[in-house]
């Protein structure tokens, strides 16, 4: 085994404190995800196909602002030599995303039927503005992961405990917002609002001794800035990064993957009201029992990942038991059927979780090669446009299936059978084929081998980059 597989240079803690990225990340994902698009529909009344087109703009304005702003970052500024590329961004973006979460909630007091435009702008400016904070955080911690941690064996340490870090946030989002907001009571929704900006900035200052950068990082990027001054213009890196077919195949599996989880995690508001009759609390159980799932196999899929030693196979792998576990929500419609469930299906997304940074690291460090040249915040933006499309699919989905099968949110729970059945096409038949097509894909076209992943590691570290 080479030095550059067993290289470990940061603290176990200090891969802690970094995690802590992602539980405020996750949470404030999880809860958008899932109450955004049916609090606009189901509580405001708004026509689900207006919702459709605010967040479709509001994601191909997300699918821009990602790679644009990770473009900007990519560059030294006066502030670089002092606080690092990524630290100053971290910080400008994290407390206000959470800030900006809490106005989503609080629309206009207007007819949905006649001012129907006003709450459609409303929407479309306040997701926009909650995706601006997200971009300028998310593009930039994302960024530092595979400049700070630069072995194949520590990425894949920083990887398993980073997601062992956001769980925890996907479990305080999914299980603490149910407890605050109550169906039919919209001021309600305000109030989670505020619990969860609390929590999410807790979250973010845990994180900042993590996030820092070291001197060492710092000057090595200074010093090649300094000796390559030219920077490619945003639309010429985008040209760059679409000729590197392991980059483009890996984005179409995460597209697809984002439109699974999006759809699905956002359809569950939607079974639970509708299909099962029950509460919000209900949720709490739902996703409580996925985070176990997450939680118990981590650590699983962690080891198995170190001793395969090969991140296309467990990629591979770990997408077909999330679309296994997907397809038997169409038919169940027993709340503890659902419960178990959902502990499979958190089971097989801890390693698809688990697997989404080292690869995005290999996809990284191969670019490296070829452009000889550290973009990391650039390719994270790209990451990020290409997954923000499942934001359109999700919208699309809902809006297609429900006018289809006749869901109607006035009817409250008095649904036709034909709905029901929708909801449930919509929270799993449909997210289990668009992960099967991203599978056959990374399967066929995807090759970054392991022989190619430690040989793009070596010629890096030749590269002083």
């Given at each position: 085994m080479g030095d550059s597989e067993i290289e470990i240079k940061h603290s176990k803690l200090g891969m802690v404190s970094y995690g802590f990225n992602s539980f405020s990340r996750e949470l404030l994902r999880i809860t958008f995800t899932t109450l955004g698009f049916f609090f606009y529909q189901t509580e405001v009344k708004l026509n689900v196909w207006i919702i459709a087109l605010a967040y479709v703009i509001f994601a191909i304005y997300n699918m821009f602002n990602d790679p644009f702003i990770g473009w900007i970052t990519n560059r030294p500024f006066k502030f670089t030599k002092k606080w690092g590329r990524r630290f100053p961004w971290i910080l400008l973006g994290g407390i206000p995303w959470g800030l900006s979460y809490i106005i989503i909630f609080t629309p206009?007091?207007?007819?949905?039927?006649?001012?129907?435009?006003?709450?459609?702008?409303?929407?479309?400016?306040?997701?926009?503005?909650?995706?601006?904070?997200?971009?300028?955080?998310?593009?930039?911690?994302?960024?530092?992961?595979?400049?700070k941690f630069r072995s194949v064996q520590e990425r894949r340490t920083a990887s398993g405990i980073y997601i062992m870090v956001g769980v925890f946030g996907v479990a305080f989002g999914a299980i603490i917002p149910p407890l605050f907001y109550d169906y039919g009571d919209i001021s309600?929704?305000?109030?989670?609002?505020?619990?969860?900006?609390?929590?999410?900035?807790?979250?973010?200052?845990?994180?900042?001794?993590?996030?820092?950068?070291?001197?060492?990082?710092?000057?090595?990027?200074?010093?090649?800035?300094?000796?390559?001054?030219?920077?490619?213009?945003?639309?010429?890196?985008?040209?760059?990064?679409?000729?590197?077919?392991?980059?483009?195949?890996?984005?179409?599996?995460?597209?697809?993957?984002?439109?699974?989880?999006?759809?699905?995690?956002?359809?569950?508001?939607?079974?639970?009201?509708?299909?099962?009759?029950?509460?919000?609390?209900?949720?709490?159980?739902?996703?409580?029992?996925?985070?176990?799932?997450?939680?118990?196999?981590?650590?699983?899929?962690?080891?198995?990942?170190?001793?395969?030693?090969?991140?296309?196979?467990?990629?591979?792998?770990?997408?077909?038991?999330?679309?296994?576990?997907?397809?038997?929500?169409?038919?169940?419609?027993?709340?503890?059927?659902?419960?178990?469930?959902?502990?499979?299906?958190?089971?097989?997304?801890?390693?698809?979780?688990?697997?989404?940074?080292?690869?995005?690291?290999?996809?990284?460090?191969?670019?490296?090669?070829?452009?000889?040249?550290?973009?990391?915040?650039?390719?994270t933006g790209f990451q990020q446009f290409f997954g923000r499309m499942g934001i359109i699919v999700q919208a699309l989905t809902f809006a297609t299936v429900q006018t289809l099968t006749g869901f109607d949110p006035a009817r409250g729970t008095n649904q036709t059978d034909t709905a029901i059945w929708g909801l449930h096409f919509q929270q799993s038949t449909v997210p289990m084929f668009f992960i099967l097509i991203g599978i056959f894909f990374f399967w066929i076209w995807y090759d970054l081998t392991p022989g190619r992943v430690r040989e793009n590691e070596l010629r890096i570290k030749e590269l002083g980059l």
């Open positions: 206009p007091q207007v007819n949905p039927v006649s001012g129907a435009w006003i709450l459609f702008l409303w929407l479309l400016f306040t997701t926009c503005l909650f995706d601006t904070f997200h971009s300028l955080f998310f593009v930039s911690y994302m960024s530092l992961f595979p400049d309600s929704y305000v109030i989670q609002g505020v619990v969860v900006f609390l929590i999410t900035t807790v979250g973010f200052l845990l994180a900042l001794p993590g996030s820092r950068e070291d001197q060492a990082t710092i000057d090595l990027y200074l010093r090649s800035s300094a000796e390559k001054p030219e920077r490619e213009s945003f639309f010429k890196s985008l040209i760059i990064a679409a000729k590197q077919k392991p980059f483009i195949i890996f984005m179409i599996l995460y597209i697809l993957y984002q439109s699974l989880v999006e759809t699905m995690q956002a359809a569950i508001q939607f079974t639970v009201r509708y299909s099962l009759k029950m509460e919000a609390e209900a949720n709490t159980l739902i996703f409580t029992f996925m985070l176990i799932g997450v939680l118990l196999s981590t650590p699983i899929w962690t080891i198995y990942s170190r001793r395969a030693k090969d991140n296309k196979k467990v990629m591979i792998i770990s997408a077909l038991c999330l679309a296994a576990a997907t397809l038997p929500l169409t038919f169940l419609r027993n709340y503890w059927g659902v419960i178990i469930n959902m502990l499979i299906w958190g089971m097989a997304l801890g390693g698809f979780w688990v697997m989404i940074f080292p690869v995005t690291a290999d996809v990284i460090d191969n670019s490296v090669v070829l452009t000889k040249k550290r973009e990391e915040g650039v390719y």
